[in-house]
């Protein structure tokens, strides 16, 4: 596997603080906000702190604290959010996008939490 990061990709330029957010939640790990263009009435993006391209560059290069912390902020994004079903939230929907197929934005890993309505099935049928 050979990915290489662009650091001046818009969410490493977010990081850096040259653009600004509407943070939702920051750990040492990860920093969440709020979709500039949102597709659901709750919308939020979470991205580790680290230098990676999508989520199986991450998974194979991100140490154990990173994998570990990320995983842990994404459940504390969501509580932040308000919508884990077993703390009476309506549910959510997480999806990373990676690359041609998934229609990848930005290159820097994210993924996406959207709530605040039913979503609608997944995907649609192809055939
Ligand atoms: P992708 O298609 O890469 O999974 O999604 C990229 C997401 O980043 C899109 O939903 C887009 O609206 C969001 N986005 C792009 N630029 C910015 C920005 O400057 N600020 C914020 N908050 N979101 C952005």
């Known amino acids: ?11 490493a330029k977010i990081l850096r603080g040259e653009i600004p957010n509407d943070t939702v939640y920051e750990d040492e790990f990860a920093l969440a906000f709020r979709d500039i263009q949102p597709q659901a009435p709750q919308h939020v993006l979470v991205i580790p702190k ?6 199986d560059h991450f998974a194979a290069e991100a140490s154990d604290a ?8 994404i459940g504390k994004v969501c509580a932040a959010m308000g919508v ?5 939230g309506m549910g959510y929907r997480m999806i ?3 690359g ?5 934005e930005v290159q820097h890993l ?4 959207a709530s605040g309505r039913v ?3 997944m995907l649609k049928r192809f055939d």
């Not at 596997?1 to 969410?11: E, P």
């Not at 990173?66 to 902020?73: H, Q, Y």
Request: glycine share 14%.
């Open 1 to 11: 596997m050979a990915y290489t990061y662009d650091d001046q990709n818009i969410f």
């Open 50 to 55: 680290g230098p990676y391209v999508n989520y």
């Open 119 to 121: 979503l609608g099935r």
């Open 66 to 73: 990173e994998v570990v912390g990320f995983t842990r902020a």
């Open 84 to 88: 884990e079903p077993g703390a009476g």
């Open 96 to 98: 990373a996008n990676s």
């Open 110 to 113: 994210h993924v996406h939490i």
């Open 100 to 104: 041609e197929a998934g229609v990848q």
